[in-house]
T-cell receptor, first 119, second 110 residues
Framework: QVQLVQSGSELKKPGASVKISCKAS????????MNWVRQAPGRGLEWMGW????????TYAQDFTGRFVFSLDTSVSTAYLEITNLEADDTAVYYC????????????WGQGTPDTVSS | QSALTQPASVSGSPGQSITISCTGT?????????VSWYQQFPGEVPKLILY???YRPSGISDRFSGSKSGTTASLTISGLQPEDESHYYC??????????FGGGTKVTVL
C-alpha cells in the first residue's frame, strides 16, 4: 500500500534553512509526481508546487518561488522540500502528496511536518 | 493563482442537508471537471472525499455528493451527522497545469 513518511517537527530561527523529507513506499516512485502543500496555523491548504520525479523537474506555484526548493533522491524514493532564509510566516505544517498522471486529485498524503520559525 | 472562494462557515442540524460552494474562474473550476473535495479534522491529514466533481473514493459515505455548474462547484452533505463537523476544502486543477485550493469551510452541526 502507498505510504508517505515525512521527517519530524522542526524548530528554526528566522534566517535559517530547513529541509523536509518525504519517503515514499508501496509504488514506483518515479511514476508519480510529488506535490507539496502548506498549511499555516488556523489557515487553509496552499498548493506549493510539484516535482516531476521522472525528469527531476520542479514546478513552483506563484507564491513559492525563490526560497523554496524541491529535490529528489530517487535511489531512496524520497522527495525533499528545502526552505531557505526562513521567515515567521513560514511557520506551518508541510505535506507531501503524490499524483499519478491523469489523476487530478490527492488521495495519498504524508503525515505532515510541522515547522516553527521563531527567534 | 488566487484561492477558490468558499464560505467561511456553514451550519446545519442533524439530518438536514447542507451545501458548500466553491467558486473559481474559467481557468480553474470552469476549465475541467477536475474538482476535488477534502475533509480535514483538527490536527489530522486532509482526506479525499470527492474527486472529478462527484466521484467518491471507496469507503466514503454516499451522503457526500458533488456537482458543478460553470465556475462554481458544490459539495452537498445529506443527512448531516455530528461526525461531519469538520473543515472542507475544494481543489481544482487549472488550465495552467497547476492546482489551487479553496479557502476552506468550517461545517458546524448544531
Amino acid at each position: 500500500q502507498v505510504q508517505l513518511v515525512q521527517s519530524g517537527s522542526e524548530l528554526k530561527k528566522p534566517g535559517a534553512s530547513v529541509k523536509i523529507s518525504c519517503k515514499a513506499s508501496g509504488y514506483t516512485f518515479t511514476h508519480y509526481a510529488m506535490n507539496w502543500v502548506r498549511q499555516a496555523p488556523g489557515r487553509g491548504l496552499e498548493w506549493m508546487g510539484w516535482m516531476n520525479t521522472n525528469l527531476g523537474r520542479p514546478t513552483y506555484a506563484q507564491d513559492f518561488t525563490g526560497r523554496f526548493v524541491f529535490s529528489l533522491d530517487t535511489s531512496v524514493s524520497t522527495a525533499y522540500l528545502e526552505i531557505t532564509n526562513l521567515e515567521a510566516d513560514d511557520t506551518a505544517v508541510y505535506y507531501c502528496a503524490p499524483t499519478y498522471p491523469r489523476m487530478y486529485y490527492f488521495d495519498y498524503w504524508g503525515q505532515g511536518t510541522p515547522d516553527t520559525v521563531s527567534s | 493563482q488566487s484561492a477558490l472562494t468558499q464560505p467561511a462557515s456553514v451550519s446545519g442540524s442533524p439530518g438536514q442537508s447542507i451545501t458548500i460552494s466553491c467558486t473559481g474562474t474559467s481557468r480553474d473550476v470552469g476549465a475541467y471537471d477536475f474538482v476535488s473535495w477534502y475533509q480535514q479534522f483538527p490536527g489530522e491529514v486532509p482526506k479525499l472525499i470527492l474527486y472529478e466533481v462527484g466521484y467518491r473514493p471507496s469507503g466514503i459515505s454516499d451522503r457526500f455528493s458533488g456537482s458543478k455548474s460553470g465556475t462554481t462547484a458544490s459539495l452537498t452533505i445529506s443527512g448531516l451527522q455530528p461526525e461531519d463537523e469538520s473543515h472542507y476544502y475544494c481543489q481544482a486543477y487549472t488550465s495552467g497545469g497547476t492546482w489551487v485550493f479553496g479557502g476552506g469551510t468550517k461545517v458546524t452541526v448544531l
